[in-house]
């Protein structure tokens, strides 16, 4: 029994790292897409000189773009710690099986 529990809980730990590293991919991809919208933000201030000149709908609708990207980078860091320490959790009580397994053997 204590085999097949230590065997679970290998599974369960390997599929939360496995998510782990997808959410890792995903904060990425929202990095990269801050930082593209940043560049554009700058080529859109060198191309008209400065945001004055902007219409205000226009910094409007940059500005609100640009904290809905800040917004999911918090939210995907929150995501990621999250799943770290869900992996870590179920990583000890894998170890935590595995050696009960191994003294109920004894």
């Known amino acids: 029994v204590l085999v097949l529990q230590c065997f679970v809980r290998c599974c369960t730990a390997r599929q939360e790292l496995k998510k782990l590293k997808m959410g890792a991919k995903d904060l990425e991809t929202?990095?990269?897409e801050l930082e593209r919208v940043k560049a554009e933000l700058a080529a859109a201030k060198l191309a008209q000189g400065t945001t004055e000149t902007l219409s205000p709908?226009?910094?409007?609708?940059?500005?609100?773009?640009?904290r809905a990207l800040e917004e999911k980078v918090k939210q995907a860091q929150e995501e990621a710690r999250q799943a770290k320490e869900e992996a870590m959790q179920a990583k000890e009580e894998a170890?935590?099986?595995?050696?009960e397994a191994r003294q109920a053997q004894e």
């Open 95 to 99: 170890s935590q099986a595995k050696e």
């Open 30 to 32: 929202v990095k990269k």
């Open 57 to 66: 709908e226009e910094n409007d609708k940059i500005e609100a773009e640009r």
